[in-house]
């Protein structure tokens, strides 16, 4: 085995293993927010994170980067948070309490439209110059739909690879899960990112990447 393969696999082994830790963190801080208080935080800084990595190619400490970006928007993060959790929320009880098939055939709609609207709010935070909550809606919402390919095949990775994992060990899941969702999620983003850069900013340009 030469020297380049084995520096190629160290930097394989290297990611997966901040795959890893980012999920351990995303846990960690989520715990210590009581869940509904650290979600969102957590999620922004990992997704952060993902950002500096996937888009900036740059790698800085996973576990003061995360820290950082957690306190960073703090907030705003967890606003947002909640609008999704309460849209979701009413959504699925809609799609189990109706009994009329085209009401719950609505509801599924609904459903995807909403996560593909929502899967890069935090990508958009880390990544654009949007300041307010409906600037950020409004760009993650214009990705997550305008460019409807990425979206359809990020959730098709994520939910096959969670249904592989979880026919081979729930610790995979565990360990890897939610860092996994996010590195599939700010991979994408960073593909949406880099088709769509504005050549000038003006009124009628909805945001711009950092």
Same mark, same amino acid.
Not at 174 to 185: A, E, K, M
Not at 194 to 201: I, L, Q, R
């Given at each position: ?5 084995? +520096?190629?696999? &160290? ?11 980012? =999920?351990?963190?995303? #846990? ?35 576990? $003061? =980067? @995360? ?9 705003? =993060?967890?606003?947002? +948070? ?6 979701? /929320? #009413?959504?699925?009880? &809609?799609? @189990? ?18 996560? @593909?609207?929502?899967? *890069? ?7 654009? /110059? @949007?300041? /307010?909550? $409906? ?13 409807? *390919?990425?979206? #359809? ?21 565990? #360990? ?32 711009? =990447?950092?």
């Amino acid at each position: 085995m030469t020297m380049e393969k084995i +520096s190629k696999i &160290n930097v394989y082994m290297t990611n997966v293993l901040i795959i890893a830790y980012l =999920s351990f963190l995303w #846990i960690l801080f989520t715990l210590l927010g009581l869940g509904l208080f650290g979600v969102g935080p957590a999620t922004y800084a990992m997704m952060a994170y993902y950002d500096k990595w996937l888009r900036l190619g740059e790698q800085p400490p996973v576990a $003061r =980067s @995360f820290y950082t970006a957690f306190k960073e928007r703090f907030r705003q =993060s967890l606003l947002i +948070s909640w609008l999704v959790i309460a849209v979701f /929320t #009413i959504v699925i009880i &809609n799609l @189990f309490t109706l009994s009329q098939w085209y009401f719950q055939v609505a509801n599924v709609l609904v459903f995807v439209i909403v996560l @593909f609207a929502t899967s *890069h709010i935090y990508t958009v935070m880390a990544a654009t /110059t @949007f300041k /307010t909550i $409906r600037e950020i809606l409004q760009g993650a919402a214009l990705i997550g739909l305008g460019y409807l *390919h990425y979206s #359809i095949l990020a959730w098709t990775i994520i939910i096959v690879a969670y249904m592989i994992a979880s026919m081979i060990s729930l610790a995979l899941l565990i #360990i890897w899960g939610v860092g996994f969702v996010g590195f599939v999620l700010g991979y994408a983003g960073k593909l949406i990112l880099k088709e769509y850069t504005p050549e000038k900013v003006d009124s009628d340009v909805m945001f711009e =990447s950092r």
